[in-house]
């Protein structure tokens, strides 16, 4: 690749950062020190632009062309289906969107929901379409922090959130009893740069891609 050619892509600070970092080492594109990241939102190199930015804003910057790639959780994807193409599962951050309520809840699987069910969650889309499917009447409460609190409080009979062990909910005195989707990290691409610059886009495309079936 050229300078001219050089591909962009904006990876997700938070928990899936270090395995993006480990892709884009892996694949050679990028070495990055989290020291370097620590200090940097933009990095250069020699093939690649490096934009490190908020999970839920990665399909914001693919979208509208400041990224050409995308490093991102599929559960972000669901809440934010937008224009760009998904390409890859790249094997890294696995979790589940799960229903979880209280231990001591009478809840368990649709025969027992209530006619109108209330679920806090961050992920409101996906939630109300899961609940939407099952013919279940639902009343989303749509909270930013920690999710685990408000079946205890009383707010809501339960909630929807990620797991990926289950130590929190269990910590919280929640059980999981229904799956609504698993996600694991996925490569996304702006539509444009995959058609206009296609060789220099899909070159690194498959690196990533081998180099995430090695890691996988």
Known sequence: MTTQETVSIAIPTGVLLDGARGLLATSGLAALSAEELGRQLL???????????RPTDVPAYVDYGAADLGIVGKDILWE??????????????????????????????????????????????????????RGQAVEIVRLHGSVE???????????????????????????????????????????????????????????LREASNHAG
């Open 43 to 53: 990095v250069e190199r020699e093939r690649v632009r490096v934009i490190i930015v």
């Open 80 to 133: 934010t289906p937008g224009s760009h193409y998904e390409l890859v599962d790249l094997h890294f951050g696995g979790c589940r969107l799960v229903l979880a309520v209280p231990n001591a809840s009478a809840l368990d699987g649709p025969q027992t929901w209530p006619p109108l069910m209330r679920v806090a969650t961050k992920y409101p889309r996906t939630a109300n379409a899961w609940f939407e499917a």
């Open 149 to 207: 609190l408000a079946p205890q409080v009383g707010l809501v009979d339960g909630i929807v959130d990620l797991t990926a062990s289950g130590r929190t909910l269990r910590e919280n005195g929640l059980r999981v009893t229904a799956v609504l989707g698993s996600s694991t990290a996925r490569l996304i691409a702006n539509q444009a740069s995959l058609k206009t610059r296609t060789a220099s886009v899909q070159s690194v495309v498959s690196r």
